[in-house]
């Protein structure tokens, strides 16, 4: 589900605090993050939940920090900190 707004789209998201809004450029962000790196499908991205998206995007920030030996937080992979 979507509800168009003035800047783009923002997408319905189903949460444990019911139904929020979620801006259509941050999900497609994170789509192509995750795609960037684990190559998994547009279909199997989109299918996911927004927290389980969220998830695989701090994973694959985890990783790049380990393989680039960098135990600080400002990594440049690191797109998708809390906001």
């Not at 319905?12 to 929020?20: K, N, Q």
């Not at 927004?50 to 393989?67: D, F, G, P, Q, V």
């Amino acid at each position: 589900m979507r509800a168009r707004t003035r800047g783009g789209h923002l997408f319905f998201v189903r949460s444990g605090r019911g139904i929020t809004l979620y801006p259509e450029a941050q999900l497609y962000e994170e789509a192509g993050f995750i795609a960037y790196y684990f190559h998994w499908s547009h279909d199997d991205i989109m299918a996911m939940e927004h927290r389980e998206r969220r998830k695989w995007c701090e994973e694959i920030s985890r990783i790049n920090r380990k393989m680039n030996d960098d135990s600080e937080q400002n990594n440049p992979f690191d797109v998708f900190k809390k906001r």
